[in-house]
Every structure is written in structure tokens, then in C-alpha cells.
């Protein structure tokens, strides 16, 4: 585990540097209170100079609500200088908006504050973040520093996850933990829940298991299903939705790249949806890099598959209207697998930003179709 050293009272002091989204620890670390102002935090963490916290918790918060505020003024100046230039196309927008992301985020991460080993902060009105820190990091063998933007994602991970998501396919709630993509789109779980199943199938094989939740979903409707999944964070939030929801004798959750072993007449998954790196670890349930999962998937589905058997391939179409990827590439990988399109069911998402005039993603988001492909072996 790396470290992050600096100086202090004239001694020489370090921790480990904690981060979840993989950024690198800091070169330069300042010691930073109450008494420094909203600006010069701001030059500061522009440089990459980490700001270790030794002040009041809620002062620290309001210092971080202060960057975000002044990255956004920067944002909105530069969205005045670039008015009355060319739009964008969408892979254009789609590039911009991920460099704004990285930028701003790297930013705010430079606020960072200390930890005990049990994960309790050292620091004036610090809230108990204890359990949640621990289901998300586990047991740590010594103090630690992470950024504060980073605390307040554990925080609010862990209020999901203690209050779960209403799934109205299940009429139950579903609790994400921390790392695990939260089934918050309602639209794909639909999908799973009404599309015909393949005639007299009773097993199914669920990839990426995730949450559980389109295992769940299959349960429901009677099948048996084998889950997997490779991330430990996913294997133990679908075991414990799972045996929340009483499944466990339907539902078997097993480590594996993609399948498990044997053939099946109903195969499904849901893979990221978006071809790109990940900057994050919770990004790796929306961005495929190099569309590893879902070519994958379509590549050893016909050598997983009963005859007569189908492929769910649940997914957006918001990579071709980002020009990230088209629907001839997606059919050439679907043909050059061996498979063969059944048929196909649609539907259109409801979330927030399909609808947000302001979202720099709008003109591919307001055409965004969700569908169910169901796959057969070609014949």
C-alpha cells in the first residue's frame, strides 16, 4: 500500500493513502484548517497539492462544497468563451464531458482528512462513519488518510445499502453495497421480468451477477439460476440479497469469468454498457473496456447454450448515440458468434437525465432505447 508523507510540528510524518478510484497518492501534501481560505484551497488542489485536514469536520465539508462552486464557475466561463462555436458532435461532447469528470473529481480529492485504524475520524464534530467504513474498506491494520469526497460516497453507500432500492419487478428492496452498481434503472429489470421464457427452460445462468437483482427477478419466475461474477464486492451483496429475499435454494452465486460450467437454455446478462476505461471502481459496471464482457459473452454463449436455448442480451444503445459503437459493429459481433436475433424488446428509460435539457449528454440521451436481445444459435 502506498503512502503519503508530510511535515509536521517539525517532524516528519506519514499514513497510507487510501483510494478507491485508483488516483495516485499525492507528491505534495499541506497541512490545512479552519483558517485557510476557499481560494487558495482551490490553487492548491488545481496543483495536485493535497490539503490534510486538521480542522472541524462540517468546516471541511463546507470547504469542499466552496471547490465544487468554483469548478463550476470555471466550467460555466468556459462554456460562454466556446457559445457560438460549432456544436460538438456526440462522441465529441461524450470525450469532454469524461475530461471535465476526471478533472473535477481529481480536484476534490485533494481534500483529504485522517483516519484511526477502527475508521473513526480524528477530527472536531466528526460523524460515526465506522460501519460504514468498514463495509466498504473491511478491516484496516493501521491509520489511513482518504479524501473526504471519497467518505461521503461511503456514507452514502452504506444508507443504500442499509435502506435498499424498491424493485417493483420483485415488490422487495434490493441493498447495494459499496463498489456494487445500484439497479436504480428500473427499465432492464422489467425487461427481464416480462419477456417470454424459452419453452419448458427451468434453469438459467445469470452473468454478472451483480446485486442479484435479474437472478432475483428469474427466481421469481420459477427458474432455477446459476449466478456469477467475479468481483468479491458483488459476490457477497447478490448472496446476501439473495438470502434476504429467501432464494437461496433457487439461486447458487459461484466465482467465474462469464459462465460456469455446463450449458443451460436460458442465459443472461447485462453487461457495462459503454466501451471505455473505467476511473473508478464502481464504473466497471458501466464502462467495458475495449468491450471485453460483452463480446465475451457473445462469443461463448452458443458453446453455453441447450439447443433451442436463448442468449438475453439486456442493454442501451447509448454507445451508438455517443458514436462509441454502431449497431452493424455490435451485429457483425452478434453473426460472427454464431448467433442469430430471435427477436427483440424494447423500452425507453425514465431516469432523470433522459429528460435534462442541461445534461451535456442530452442529444444521445433523449434517443437512448434499452432492449432485450434474445439470442439464439444460428441455424
Request: with cysteine; hydrophobic share 45%.
Amino acid at each position: 500500500m502506498t503512502r503519503i508523507e508530510w511535515v509536521e510540528n517539525g517532524e516528519a510524518r506519514s499514513a497510507v493513502w487510501r483510494s478507491e478510484s485508483g488516483w495516485p497518492a499525492p507528491k505534495k501534501v499541506v497541512l490545512a484548517d479552519d483558517t485557510m481560505s476557499a481560494d487558495a484551497a482551490y490553487r492548491l488542489a488545481l496543483d495536485g497539492t493535497a490539503l490534510l485536514w486538521r480542522g472541524d469536520f462540517q468546516n471541511a465539508r463546507q470547504l469542499l462544497q466552496a471547490l465544487v462552486r468554483r469548478i463550476e464557475h470555471k466550467g460555466e466561463r468556459g462554456r460562454r468563451a466556446k457559445a457560438g462555436k460549432a456544436p460538438a458532435t456526440p462522441l465529441e461532447a461524450f470525450h469532454r464531458h469524461r475530461l471535465t469528470q476526471l478533472q473535477r473529481a481529481r480536484t476534490l480529492a485533494m481534500l483529504v482528512i485522517p483516519f484511526d485504524a477502527d475508521h473513526a475520524i480524528p477530527l472536531r464534530r466528526a460523524p460515526d462513519a465506522r460501519l460504514a467504513c468498514l463495509e466498504a474498506y473491511g478491516l484496516s491494520p493501521e491509520p489511513y488518510v482518504a479524501s473526504l469526497r471519497e467518505l461521503l460516497g461511503v456514507i452514502g453507500a452504506h444508507e443504500w445499502r442499509r435502506k435498499g432500492v424498491m424493485i417493483p419487478a420483485l415488490d422487495e428492496r434490493i441493498h447495494p453495497w459499496y463498489g456494487v452498481f445500484s439497479p436504480v434503472r428500473g427499465e432492464y429489470v422489467e425487461l427481464v421480468a416480462q419477456a417470454p421464457l424459452p419453452e419448458g427452460a427451468k434453469l438459467a445462468f445469470d452473468i454478472g451477477a451483480g446485486t442479484g437483482v435479474l437472478s432475483a427477478v428469474l427466481a421469481r419466475r420459477g427458474m432455477q439460476v446459476v449466478a456469477t461474477d467475479m468481483d468479491q464486492r458483488a459476490l457477497g451483496c447478490a448472496r446476501e440479497n439473495i438470502a434476504r429475499l429467501g432464494l437461496a435454494t433457487q439461486v447458487d452465486i459461484v466465482q467465474a469469468d462469464l459462465f460456469p460450467d455446463g450449458r443451460a437454455p436460458l442465459v443472461v446478462c447485462n453487461p457495462p454498457w459503454l466501451p471505455g476505461k473505467p476511473s473508478s471502481s464502481i464504473e466497471y459496471a458501466i464502462y467495458d473496456p475495449d468491450s471485453r464482457m460483452l463480446r465475451g459473452f457473445l462469443d461463448g454463449l452458443a458453446a453455453h447454450l441447450e439447443p433451442g436455448g436463448e442468449g438475453w442480451l439486456i442493454m442501451s444503445d447509448l454507445a451508438e448515440h455517443l458514436g462509441l459503437r454502431s449497431r452493424e459493429q455490435l451485429l457483425g459481433w452478434i453473426g460472427g458468434a454464431g448467433l442469430e436475433v430471435a427477436a427483440r424488446h424494447d423500452t425507453r428509460p425514465v431516469h432523470p437525465r433522459a429528460s435534462d435539457a442541461d445534461d451535456p449528454l442530452h442529444a444521445a440521451r433523449s434517443k437512448e432505447v434499452t432492449s432485450l436481445w434474445r439470442l439464439r444459435a444460428a441455424g
